[in-house]
């Protein structure tokens, strides 16, 4: 089964095409062993993309899995190095594209590519945020069935320790934690405490974010079902809107991570969030496991 490793920003995926994993069976269980860094190819997660018919409202399907198995709604670094995978081998080439994801169809379009390096960059339509708790999820206690909003809220983690967090579904579950300083915060710690909480039902993804000026902020992402990754998009998005819900930025900011820079706007005319950014390839591979397992 032929495939490409891609990565945005550090946050790193292996691209398959879904024909090639007709006879596979569980993708999950597929995941977990060509994600693994020891004894797999190794990746933040894997995804599959397969054409569409023209008739459809999208170009391509896209399914994207965690290195745990576990499936993602979206990634916004994950579907944009699948984007990047159909114009580097070749199977899409027009300006614009529609993906269709289990969180709906996003639109991405082409600003640079450099097929020869295997470098694309691209402006994408990522969704509009959710902020009720019902729809992170969240459950809220004291019986409230939901909130409105869930900003600056007390979660309560083991210990009797609180954390003030910012909740909203960013086509994932996402949880914003707004820090001075990360030296001196044991974010790590928190990012697995909370992404496990038993308040987030489906868990969730946490980011900290550092505020810099109006217009740019710091952020580390502690991913469900990954842990540490050096970026995320869907994450950067949501610190973008986290930090603008809590009156500290302005709609369009540039996102600091480990892995580089992308730059988030919160449209005010439709609430769209688009995230600009690039993905690069860095090799291609062949696993073999699959074929070698079926044979013995």
């Avoid at 190095?81 to 080439?93: C, H, I, K, Q, T």
């Avoid at 269709?100 to 945020?129: C, H, M, N, S, W």
């Avoid at 900003?151 to 609180?162: I, M, N, Q, R, S």
């Amino acid at each position: 089964m032929r495939f490409v490793k891609l990565h945005g920003y550090g946050n790193d995926y292996l691209v398959f095409e879904a024909g090639q994993l007709a006879g596979v069976g569980a993708l999950d269980e597929l995941a977990r062993r060509v994600c693994d860094r020891h004894y797999g190819a190794g990746a933040d997660g894997v995804a599959v993309v397969e054409p569409l018919p023209e008739d459809s409202q999208a170009d391509f399907s896209l399914r994207i899995f965690n290195a745990d198995g576990g499936e993602a709604a979206m990634s916004g670094n994950g579907s944009r190095s699948a984007v990047s995978y159909l114009y580097f081998e070749g199977l899409w080439s027009e300006e614009h594209l529609r993906l269709k994801t289990r969180a709906g169809i996003k639109a991405y379009r082409l600003l640079e590519q450099d097929r020869e390096r295997g470098q694309f960059r691209f402006v994408a339509e990522i969704g509009r945020p959710v902020f009720a708790s019902a729809a992170v999820p969240m459950l809220i206690r004291g019986g409230a069935e939901s909130l409105e909003r869930v900003v600056a809220y007390p979660l309560e983690l083991a210990g009797g320790e609180t954390v003030r967090i910012t909740a909203l579904q960013m086509c994932n579950p996402n949880v914003c934690v707004i820090v001075d300083d990360f030296e001196r915060t044991d974010w790590r710690r928190l990012g697995q405490l909370i992404e496990q909480h038993p308040q987030f039902p489906e868990r969730t993804n946490v980011e900290f974010i550092r505020v810099l000026s109006p217009e740019r902020v710091e952020a580390r992402v502690w991913e469900r079902g990954v842990g540490e990754t050096l970026s995320s998009g869907t994450g950067a998005c949501a610190s973008a809107v986290a930090a603008c819900l809590n009156g500290l930025t302005k709609r369009r900011v540039t996102v600091e991570m480990p892995g580089g820079q992308l730059e988030v706007e919160w449209r005010e005319a439709d609430d769209e969030v688009l995230l600009t950014g690039t993905a690069e390839v860095v090799y291609r591979g062949e696993w073999l496991r699959e074929g070698m397992r079926a044979e013995g």
